[in-house]
T-cell receptor, first 112, second 115 residues
Framework: TQLLEQSPQFLSIQEGENLTVYCNSS?????LQWYRQEPGEGPVLLVT?????EVKKLKRLTFQFGDARKDSSLHITAAQPGDTGLYLC????????????FGKGITLSVRP | GAVVSQHPSWVICKSGTSVKIECRSL??????MFWYRQFPKQSLMLMAT?????????EQGVEKDKFLINHASLTLSTLTVTSAHPEDSSFYIC???????????FGQGTRLTVV
């Protein structure tokens, strides 16, 4: 059973389009993180959200944490080819180890 | 963000040999380091969690005698793949965090190919 479900799994869009992708769970997380990973590289942290309902912006990227801290969305405005990559969400459950559980990721391709 | 460095970036080894991968936190002290494995076009699968000075905690299904983890200092953890086989070929990634309440930062990954 996958703790974090990400959707859609694959997305191919034209440069300039907007998009929203999702990260859903039935579990409550103390924090949730979004990463972007390019082929052959490690994931790079984009944002951490910790408060239910929280919205964070990173240039053209807007991240929202659900009110119940079970889900999150990532909205990209005017996508660019440089946004291409694997977007991973990861949640930390409350507990002694607070290890991160990753979703399967969303492969985004932005065509010029 | 903080810098985590893995070495080597890629390695090719013969079946039956052992390979050591290093993970270093360059500008902070990491009380906890995590080791992941990633297959092509798939997500990261946590293999083990290591806390400095104590034994690693392995995830279910991960053989601790095959994947030896040492976290001897606050800036270095090593993963040794012993008696490697072709099915061990994968992308191995570490991450490190300073405390329970701080973010974890990832290394650039190590591509292991066993021939």
């Amino acid at each position: 059973t996958q703790l974090l479900e990400q959707s859609p799994q694959f997305l191919s869009i034209q440069e300039g389009e907007n998009l929203t992708v999702y990260c859903n769970s039935s579990s409550v997380f103390s924090s949730l993180q979004w990463y972007r990973q390019e082929p052959g590289e490690g994931p790079v942290l984009l944002v951490t959200v910790v408060t239910g309902g929280e919205v964070k912006k990173l240039k053209r990227l807007t991240f929202q944490f659900g009110d119940a801290r079970k889900d999150s969305s990532l909205h990209i405005t005017a996508a660019q080819p440089g946004d291409t990559g694997l977007y991973l969400c990861a949640g930390a459950l409350s507990g002694a180890n607070s290890k991160l559980t990753f979703g399967k990721g969303i492969t985004l391709s932005v065509r010029p | 963000g903080a810098v985590v460095s893995q070495h080597p970036s890629w390695v090719i080894c013969k079946s039956g040999t052992s390979v050591k991968i290093e993970c270093r936190s360059l500008d902070f002290q990491a009380t906890t380091m995590f080791w992941y494995r990633q297959f092509p076009k798939q997500s990261l699968m946590l293999m083990a969690t290591s806390n400095e000075g104590s034994k690693a905690t392995y995830e279910q299904g991960v053989e601790k005698d095959k994947f030896l983890i040492n976290h001897a200092s606050l800036t270095l953890s090593t993963l040794t793949v012993t008696s490697a086989h072709p099915e061990d070929s994968s992308f191995y990634i570490c991450s490190a965090r300073a405390t329970r309440n701080t973010e974890a930062f990832f290394g650039q990954g190590t591509r292991l190919t066993v021939v």
